[in-house]
């Protein structure tokens, strides 16, 4: 405050009464018999400085002898942008206090004021001048404060205006402050003006994607303001119109999806509760899986003589039977295990000349029952229900965690399969299932059976047929992995498959043999009937919900884009029905899940039926230095485009199960010249599991501009 000395209302009844005269030129007295009353100010010349704080002047009243009536003070003369406020005197009381205060915008300059004085019967004046002080005040606002840039270097800008005390002129420069390495802001100053620009340019070598708060911040020298803006820089992901040979299969992506089902003795009865394989059914699936294991066997017992008791498929078909009647009707019969007899307490097959034997016993008898006409056990007859055979064959479940070395795999797979084109010669198989992981030194599991089993058919290698060969792939045992390091961890799963490839090919006969995933799901973990995991027996199992979580959104397209493109030619998902560590439907209620709609819209969009040529992979190029975001593109036989990108940005490195990161991503499809129609899937924590995405008409441009809250993929057909 700009504070006045007061004067004592004696020592001025003093003064007037030994000079005669005022104490203030400016102030008059009304000399009337009885009630008279003279007012005077501490200051004759008061500065304001506008946007600061009041300024104060003490009003005095003298009054005649005896008068008590209240005073009441007013001002006249205040000019525009000024504002005048009194603390008037208290009752019976002399003295008030004028406040003066100016906004910023207020114009400089010099105002006569007169301040009265009445109470009611006498009345006084005196007057005094108020100077309002030129002063340099900024304000700074930006006219877009949600700014977007491109790694391309493609910019993004904002206006601003500022605003200045009159009368100040001085030259206003902006600057900016908060930036990251690789963003480049550039400047039309306001100067003397009150307009300007800033825009945000990516380096050559560009910022990484995300949004960043920037501070602008004007100055003239003395006056400063900022304001905040929010810089997005976003990821250009570029499509030639060429073919991209070096991936895929000479540059076709010929990768079908799937699923599985693993008959036992927990799940055989889901589809007695929910008979209807419609779900199923659309989700296109080829060559189902089926898995039988525990309780699902349908060899029970080997008893002296044989008896009919010895075998029932009962529980077996409760789960076959329907799967035969879905989709292609030729699904995957894995031999996952021998019969329990002959298995060590372990559950692990004891490998012997008979052992063998009785296992090449029991797939035969399994194709006689499915593809031939049955088999018989003394009088019983034992025979498929359904007229659809099963063609296809898969020998054995994952031998390296089942106790079989790769020469006892070899000899068993060797035996088998020549015993069962036996039975039935139009039978295909799929070989190895090795349940594989790629350790930290970069070697994967098929380095201990590959080598082996690609030797010379007579110096120890596979001399049977194997149309396929397959592999499991988990991204994790441990619930505890974070999201990152199984996003990362993609790239391993495809040097292994790239590593199956080149092994393959050291032998004409086998090279080009389709790789297959027939496991793929996020945790491979379960718990044991103790409880405790499967995976680290001395903690008790987590289940990992990242198996229909929003993270799943994101995992599996991921896995499907970059498998494909090293050459995987299928991907399954574990099991149809499950809990939300695997399944595609809840095995309670058969309610779906994300997974379904992940795997759902994986095969529709990018649809391939196992046999023909498949869709061509284009060249794609992206501008992150270290992607979080994948693009897989495909020229389609009808000459319609496929098209998915994929936001796979944890938002920490700590993150799990996290809801993942922001993303703004600019697909360039210039070069694939124009399109008349098209549609777009959104998968992502928005979706509802229950009803799915809904496939929405966008109009197509030259360029396809997304923004992602979090994990999830976009999914596009692009029609000529």
């Known amino acids: 405050m700009i504070l006045r000395r007061c004067l004592s209302a004696s020592i001025l009844a003093l003064a007037?009464?030994?000079?005669?005269?005022?104490?203030?030129?400016?102030?008059?007295?009304?000399?009337?018999?009885?009630?008279?009353?003279?007012?005077y100010l501490d200051g004759a010349i008061v500065p304001v400085v506008p946007g600061g704080a009041p300024s104060t002047v003490v009003c005095s009243s003298l009054r005649s002898t005896g008068s008590t009536a209240p005073i009441t003070l007013s001002v006249t003369g205040v000019p525009a942008g000024m504002t005048a406020t009194f603390t008037q005197p208290?009752?019976?009381?002399?003295?008030?206090?004028?406040?003066?205060?100016?906004?910023?915008?207020?114009?400089?300059?010099?105002f006569p004021l007169t301040v009265t004085a009445t109470d009611g019967t006498a009345t006084s004046t005196a007057k005094l001048t108020a100077t309002i002080i030129p002063t340099d005040a900024i304000t700074l606002a930006a006219a877009t404060p949600a700014i977007t840039v491109r790694q391309d270097g493609t910019p993004g800008s904002t206006a601003v205006t500022v605003s200045r005390s009159v009368g100040y002129t001085n030259p206003i420069t902006i600057t900016a402050t908060g930036m990251p390495t690789g963003l480049t802001p550039t400047y039309t100053q306001p100067a003397a003006g009150t307009t300007g620009t800033v825009t945000f340019t990516t380096a050559s070598t560009p910022a990484a994607p995300g949004t960043y708060n920037i501070t602008l911040t004007a100055s003239d020298g003395a006056a400063t303001a900022t304001t905040t803006v929010a810089v997005t820089v976003g990821v250009v992901l570029t499509v030639a119109n060429a073919n991209d040979t070096t991936l895929g299969i000479s540059g076709q992506l010929r990768e079908f999806m799937s699923t599985g089902f693993q008959p036992s003795t927990y799940n055989n009865g889901f589809f007695k509760s929910f008979a209807s394989t419609t779900d199923l059914a659309a989700l296109n699936p080829l060559h189902i899986r089926l898995q039988p294991v525990f309780g699902a066997i349908p060899w029970v017992a080997n008893s002296l003589p044989a008896a009919a008791s010895d075998w029932s498929f009962t529980g077996l078909d409760q789960t076959v039977q329907p799967v035969l009647a879905v989709g292609d009707k030729s699904p995957i019969f894995q031999i996952a295990k021998a019969p329990l007899f002959l298995d060590d307490a372990s559950g692990h097959f004891i490998d012997n000349p008979t052992n063998l034997a009785l296992l090449t016993t029991y797939a035969q008898n399994l194709v006689r029952y499915y593809n031939t006409g049955g088999f018989n056990v003394g009088s019983t007859h034992f025979q498929s229900a359904s007229s659809q055979h099963i063609t296809w064959w898969a020998i054995f479940n994952e031998p390296n965690l089942n106790n079989l070395?790769?020469?006892q795999y070899i000899q068993l797979y060797n035996t088998l399969v020549p015993a069962m084109l036996a039975v039935d010669p139009t039978l295909k198989f799929v070989g190895l299932e090795l349940s594989d992981y790629v350790s930290s030194t970069g070697v994967g599991q098929a380095a201990s059976f590959l080598p082996q089993m690609v030797l010379p058919a007579n110096a120890g290698g596979i001399n049977a047929p194997m149309n396929?060969?397959?592999?499991?792939?988990?991204?994790?045992?441990v619930q505890s992995a974070t999201d990152a390091s199984l996003f990362t961890g993609a790239a391993k799963l495809v040097s292994?498959?790239?590593?199956?490839?080149?092994?393959?090919?050291?032998?004409?006969?086998?090279?080009?043999?389709?790789?297959?995933?027939?496991e793929n799901n996020v945790n491979s973990d379960y718990a044991l009937t103790t409880g405790f995991?499967?995976?680290?027996?001395?903690?008790?199992?987590?289940?990992?919900?990242?198996?229909?979580?929003?993270?799943?959104t994101a995992y599996r397209p991921l896995l499907f884009s970059q498998l494909g493109k090293a050459g995987a030619q299928s991907l399954y998902h574990f099991l149809y029905e499950g809990s939300q560590a695997y399944g595609e439907v809840n095995s309670g209620s058969a309610a779906k899940t994300l997974a379904y709609w992940t795997d759902y819209w994986l095969a529709h969009t990018f649809p391939w039926d196992g046999v023909s040529a498949g869709a061509l992979l284009y060249k794609t190029s992206t501008t992150e230095a270290t992607p979080t975001v994948d693009i897989l593109a495909v020229h389609n036989l009808d000459n319609s485009v496929s098209l998915m990108v994929t936001n796979y940005a944890a938002a920490s490195t700590a993150d799990d199960n996290g809801a993942g990161n922001t993303r703004t991503v600019f697909v360039n499809l210039t070069a694939l010249g124009t399109f008349s129609s098209a549609t777009e899937v959104d998968l992502n924590g928005a979706t509802s599991p229950t009803?799915?995405?809904?496939?929405?008409?966008?109009?197509?441009?030259?360029?396809?501009?997304?923004?992602?809250?979090?994990?999830?993929?976009?999914?596009?057909?692009?029609?000529?």
């Open 16 to 39: 007037l009464a030994v000079s005669g005269c005022a104490a203030n030129p400016s102030s008059s007295t009304l000399n009337l018999p009885g009630d008279t009353l003279s007012l």
């Open 90 to 110: 208290p009752a019976n009381g002399n003295f008030g206090t004028l406040l003066l205060t100016a906004v910023n915008t207020a114009a400089p300059g010099t």
């Open 405 to 407: 070395t790769a020469t």
């Open 468 to 477: 396929a060969i397959a592999t499991h792939f988990y991204g994790t045992c």
């Open 496 to 518: 292994e498959v790239k590593y199956i490839e080149a092994q393959l090919a050291t032998r004409s006969d086998l090279a080009g043999t389709p790789v297959w995933v027939t």
């Open 533 to 552: 995991s499967s995976c680290t027996p001395t903690i008790q199992y987590v289940l990992d919900p990242r198996g229909t979580s929003t993270f799943f």
């Open 691 to 720: 009803a799915g995405p809904t496939a929405a008409t966008i109009t197509p441009g030259s360029t396809l501009s997304l923004t992602f809250n979090g994990y999830g993929s976009s999914m596009f057909l692009l029609k000529p």
